[in-house]
């Protein structure tokens, strides 16, 4: 019995002398640490685990505060820095959710029954434009000074005064119609007749973009069936209804220009007008899964945009 407890006191020993010993070294490696980073570490680092520090406390303190109670949800919220404020509604948040999720909420179904047709005939429109169209306007992009091409495009616009200004009148649009009057008048006799955008340039009147198929729509005309039309393009009913109106209003059609006059000016605008956009429509196609509903829908809002304005 006498040996037993000898024993036992012999192993309470042992594991006190280890237990001793352990913190012993613990507390010399930590002095001995704590030194060498006092002496080794650059001040900077020593600025930052002591700004770390009070940082760290500081948000241990906030968080410790008191939340507020369910009764005062949402009346107020205790901030990071211990103001409160009274947080916005639920119907502000989800205004911020999509900016255009408004625009987008009144945009018409655009119908497509002949999506059959329609699909076929875009693709014998991209083959031309692959293989004949896109060549020609890079060329011609390469060729055709880009000041150039803008001054053709002016001059175009310029033209077409006669339909936008109606268009305009049509919807009541007074102030958009002044502004074409005023850019035609100023172009016309200061701007080499409509070569150079005096009127945006110099007096910072911007240009209206307006057709007969925008008055169509402000009437409440529905667009009707998507159409993709031979050479043209992306159209709707209406729109072609308001491009045969356009047309009749045209430069070449008041100027009583034979068909093939207004075939070479028509192909030359469409050509022009191109030139500025064909890298666009290039990263279009790369980018697009399914590239004729992509254009459909592209254009579906587009017009859609124009007729909102």
Known sequence: MFNKTIQSASKIFLIVAIFLALNSSSSWANSSASTLLENNTPNFISQVSNDAFVQAADVTIRLEKELPKASDWPNSIETAQGTKRSPQKIEEYEDMEDPFAENEKDIPILSDPFEGYNRW???????????????????????????????????????????????????????????????TVINTAFGFGGYADVAGEEYGISDVNEDFDQALGSFGIPTGPYLVLP?????????????TVDTL?????????????????????????????????????????????????FYHQFRHGLLKK
Do not use: W
């Open 121 to 183: 005939m875009f693709g014998i429109n991209e083959a031309m434009y692959d293989n004949a169209v896109e060549p020609f306007v890079r060329g011609y992009r390469d060729i055709v000074h880009e000041d150039l091409r803008i001054g053709i495009r002016n001059l175009y616009n310029n033209v077409l005064f006669p339909a936008k200004f109606l268009s305009c009148i049509l919807q009541l649009k007074f102030k958009e119609s002044g502004r074409i009057l005023a850019r």
């Open 249 to 297: 209003m045209s430069p070449g059609a008041l100027l009583t220009l034979s068909f093939g006059q207004n075939v070479i000016i028509n192909a030359e605008d469409n050509v022009n007008q191109i030139s500025f956009i064909i890298d666009d429509k290039k990263q279009l196609e790369d980018s697009a899964l399914d590239e004729y509903e992509s254009v459909r829908d």
């Open 231 to 243: 050479f043209f393009g992306p159209a709707t009913a209406r729109n072609m209804l308001g491009r």
